[in-house]
């Protein structure tokens, strides 16, 4: 019965009827927009951010991988060390937890020069178990070859960018060479394919070709490679598949004398994470602003309603409803205000979010951000606690103004116009 009350005279009083008669229809018509757009900012906020996180971290992930083993002074230092990737020591990474795929890499520097021009990249050797979806995903032309680990082949896949400074096209022919204590070596290389992922500092520097080549390019043995990248199937999962990886791989022996070392994705692009953790901090200020935005917006609205119902108040009391069932009536109104407008924020929010995951209309400059459009992410569970959070946060601050119905006095409440 306490409840009932309050709630029945709060649904009356905002009757459409009511509302059309109020003069403190605009109060509440400003309150109304005042949640309705900071909820839709938050909504448009975070889906931006968490869509520019996983973006930016699938790249750099397709790039690498969530964990990357090697020896100790690769990771160290910019120079290559062999570190023995054999069956055994492939078979101890696949079957730790959360692990998806494991795949061996090589590296060595080389000189890519055509008749005109030459320019200094990084030769990546995969093998046949290598993962190509993320190559095949950022593909603009040509076909990936087939690599392999037990013969030498001559198609190199290049970036757009590589492209585009020595004006070379799908199918040409050119020579890379490769300096050591030897002397100097040259391959020819045909161009199979070329790709574009817009993180500057890979499609600058990183062209692919056979694991193969690239080991007998380092005179390195057949079970040497520069290291092997762990893919993980819980990204979540990422510090306790690292800190299992310390313990069970670090610090051992290959039989060549190598020492086994482990890195994160954020260890090796420390840069670029703290780019995003930035970002992180940006949202809680928007959201903080954005809060604070709909929170006084309500407190006046609650007010205004009050003074204009300061007749109705005394009338309640002097009819025996107590000062806490007025408030309830008051607060019950400004919940149905509340969730009015975090209705229309929705709607706003999520249909400016869906548009533009549908049509890319806002565009980005690649070379700064790393991606073409703004990328968004519909997270549910993230907008229903900005929705609950927004509401709580509201009907808390409206708490203390409810407090003036204390002050009014039936007797001059009567005499108020």
């Known amino acids: 019965m306490m409840i009932r009350f309050p709630l029945f005279i709060s649904r009356k009083i905002s009757g459409k009827d009511q509302a059309r008669r109020s003069a403190s229809t605009p109060a509440i018509t400003i309150a109304t927009i005042g949640v309705s757009v900071g909820l839709a900012v938050m909504i448009v906020s975070v889906s931006v951010v968490l869509g520019f996180k996983h973006s930016i971290r699938d790249r750099i992930i397709g790039f690498g991988s969530h ?22 020591m492939m078979k101890v990474l696949r079957g730790m937890n959360n692990v998806k795929h494991v795949q061996r890499y090589a590296l ?98 990183i062209c692919f070709t056979d694991i193969y080549t690239v080991n007998k390019l380092n005179g390195w043995e057949h079970d040497q490679y520069s290291g092997a990248e762990v893919t993980l199937s819980d990204y979540s999962k ?54 604070a935005v709909a929170a006084v917006t309500m407190v006046s609205g609650l007010l205004i309603i009050i003074l204009e119902r300061t007749q109705m108040i005394g009338l309640l009391k002097a009819l025996g409803a107590r000062n806490a069932q007025i408030r309830q009536i008051f607060l019950w109104f400004a919940t149905f205000i509340i969730i009015k407008a975090l209705l229309w924020g929705n709607i706003i929010g999520l ?31 993230i907008f229903l606690l900005l929705n609950i959070a927004t509401l709580v946060i509201c009907v808390f601050v409206l708490v203390a103004p409810s407090y003036l119905i204390s002050h009014i006095h039936p007797s001059k409440s009567m005499r108020y116009e």
């Not at 890519?112 to 979806?133: A, N, Q, R, W």
């Not at 791989?249 to 994160?264: E, I």
Request: charged share 20%; with cysteine; aromatic share 10%.
């Open 351 to 381: 249909g400016i979010v869906a548009l533009q995951k549908l049509t890319g209309v806002v565009t980005l400059d690649p070379q700064t951000y790393y991606v073409s459009v703004v990328p968004v992410e519909i997270n549910i569970p």
């Open 238 to 291: 990422l510090d306790t598949v690292a800190q299992t990886m310390i313990e069970k791989v670090n610090r051992t022996l290959d039989k060549y004398g190598g020492t086994y070392s482990t890195a994160t994705l954020t260890d090796m692009n420390p840069e670029i994470f703290s780019w995003i953790g930035l970002l992180d901090l940006n949202i809680w200020i928007i959201i903080a602003l954005m809060t």
């Open 67 to 88: 964990i990357t083993v090697a020896d100790y002074m690769t990771l160290q230092t910019s120079e290559q060390y062999p570190i023995q990737i054999g069956d055994s």
């Open 108 to 205: 060595r520097q080389g000189i890519l020069k055509t008749d005109s021009d030459f320019l200094g990249i990084m030769f990546k050797g995969v093998g046949p178990e290598y993962d190509t979806t993320f190559i095949h995903d950022n593909l603009k032309k040509g076909k990936l070859p087939r690599f392999s680990d037990k013969s030498g082949g001559k198609d190199i896949v290049i970036s757009q960018n590589i492209a585009d400074k020595l004006k070379l096209q799908c199918g040409d022919r050119l020579f890379a060479y490769f300096v050591n204590d030897q002397g100097i070596k040259a391959r020819r290389f045909t161009i199979a394919a070329i790709y574009e992922t817009n993180l500057k500092r890979y499609d600058e520097s």
